[in-house]
């Protein structure tokens, strides 16, 4: 049985590199390592963490903080202090109140300070009256120190992507438990910070804080909330990051383009159990999302009315694709086409195979394009072993009516051997991944 993206692949008519593209997210990269000129005010990422509560100490800057929160805080920076004595002991130790600013990653107005870095990882701690005992308690109690945490990955130079937050109870024993927050989409943070600045800007321009939401600490320790001097009551509950995340989360009755490629290896999973070896490329990752970020800086982007007419031209419903389009105009198309990219890391380490991208990316961005009836689309590969080179390739395909048709005869086909607990008629994996149909054991009587 032939292999899918074989497949696929028959269906490429033509694949160039795009150079102008190509040229300006490598000028971008450039750009990005040249310092910029500071902006006339800033916030701390504290600041953005609680967009309300900020407002409102700028607006009324004569109420006094009560005595006990004042004790609370300058307690937890004494903590702060000893924890850093015993955590200096840990071989990777190596700041402690390290000042960042996101000026030097295209995120102007924006500093903060982390703890401690252990290694490439940041700390950050948290004292608290009583420590969170699970990651939801986490999430539901604590999103601003989430959110903090990770803005400190955005606009830290070196994205760190596996980060932690230290939580010590402030009274004896002084009880610890620490959480690993792992970044998973760099630039939606980023798109988060840039959006918190842009209506705090406006709230204080026009006097109006409606659209910064609910204080965290509202009803808890908000001294504000409590003297009755801010709006809360009439707002909604701050968006949380973990709600941005339910968001882009794949439904359970589609499929992605991975599972369509490796159909054996869904199967697997989801009838079987079995799952696939974990992946663990933080390099890799961190390749994605710079040049993630690279791309959504070109002067391609789609507006709100062009995205929504794209989402409902989807002709395949039963596939999760997430959004990458761009708008690219050319001197053949003043106007402006709609195009979907893909975003790739490539282990090549000869200079000829950059000429053309690899046969399973060119699939992948054929299953794509045929999805919304496409037939051309743009491959975005990093070339790490290559000094970093950067290609675009405009990748053409031929029948894509045919190709959908393929691609939905794959769907069916892979639904009933799910439905039937039958994978003996899917199409094999692809060479790099070993896995074979597993037989599924008797239960034991």
């Given at each position: ?5 074989n ?27 040249k ?31 009560p005595k ?63 420590v ?5 308690d ?10 903090q ?8 130079p ?10 010590m ?10 959480f ?9 943070i ?9 209506k ?9 804080p ?8 509202h ?6 909330c ?12 701050l ?24 159909p ?17 490329s ?74 053309k ?18 037939s ?42 799910i ?24 239960e034991?009587?």
């Open positions: 049985m032939e292999e899918v993206a497949k696929i692949n028959e269906f490429v008519v033509n694949c160039e590199c795009n150079e102008s593209i190509a040229a300006m997210l490598r000028k971008n990269v450039d750009e990005q390592l310092v910029k000129s500071s902006p006339k005010i800033y916030y701390y990422v504290t600041d953005l963490c609680d967009p309300c509560q900020t407002y409102w100490k700028q607006v009324r800057p004569d109420v006094k903080r006990e929160l004042l004790r609370k805080l300058f307690r937890g920076t004494q903590l702060h202090k000893n924890a850093s004595y015993w955590l200096s002991t840990f071989e990777e130790f190596s700041v402690y109140e390290g000042k960042i600013d996101g000026i030097y990653v295209d995120l102007p107005g924006v500093r903060g300070s982390i703890d401690y870095l252990l290694g490439k990882k940041i700390v950050d701690l948290k004292t608290k009256d009583k969170p005992d699970t990651p939801e986490v999430l539901n109690n604590y999103p601003q120190d989430v959110e945490i990770s803005f400190y990955s955005a606009i830290h070196e994205n760190p992507l596996e980060n932690y937050i230290l939580f109870e402030n009274s004896h024993p002084f009880k610890l438990k620490a690993k927050i792992k970044i998973k989409d760099l630039g939606r980023k798109s988060l910070i840039l959006d918190r600045i842009k705090l800007n406006f709230a204080f321009e026009n006097k109006n409606s659209a910064l939401g609910r204080s965290r600490y009803n808890k320790t908000c001294y504000l409590e003297e009755k001097l801010c709006n809360c009551e009439e707002l909604a509950p968006s949380k990051l973990v709600e941005i995340k339910e968001k882009i989360k794949a439904p359970l009755n589609v499929f992605t383009i991975w599972n369509l490629l490796a054996v290896e869904c199967y697997n999973e989801l009838v079987l159990g079995v799952k696939p070896p974990p992946y663990n933080d390099e890799k990752d961190e390749y994605t999302l710079c040049l993630r970020n690279l791309v959504e800086q070109l002067p391609f982007k789609v507006n709100l009315n062009d995205k929504q007419g794209i989402k409902s031209s989807l002709k395949e419903p039963r596939l999760y694709l997430g959004f990458k389009w761009l708008k690219i105009n050319t001197s053949a198309n003043p106007s402006g086409t709609f195009i979907p990219y893909l975003i790739k890391v490539s282990n090549s380490a000869e200079t000829r195979t950059a000429i991208p690899n046969s399973f990316h060119l699939a992948q961005l054929g299953i794509f394009a045929a999805a919304y009836g496409k051309k689309g743009i491959l975005f590969v990093v070339y790490p072993k290559l000094n970093d080179l950067i290609q675009a390739y405009e990748v053409s395909y031929q029948n894509t009516p045919d190709m959908l048709k393929y691609i939905k005869k794959l769907i069916d086909n892979l639904e009933k051997s439905k039937d607990k039958d994978g003996s008629n899917l199409p094999p994996n692809p060479p790099f991944i070993k896995t074979e149909i597993q037989t599924q054991l008797p034991v009587q």
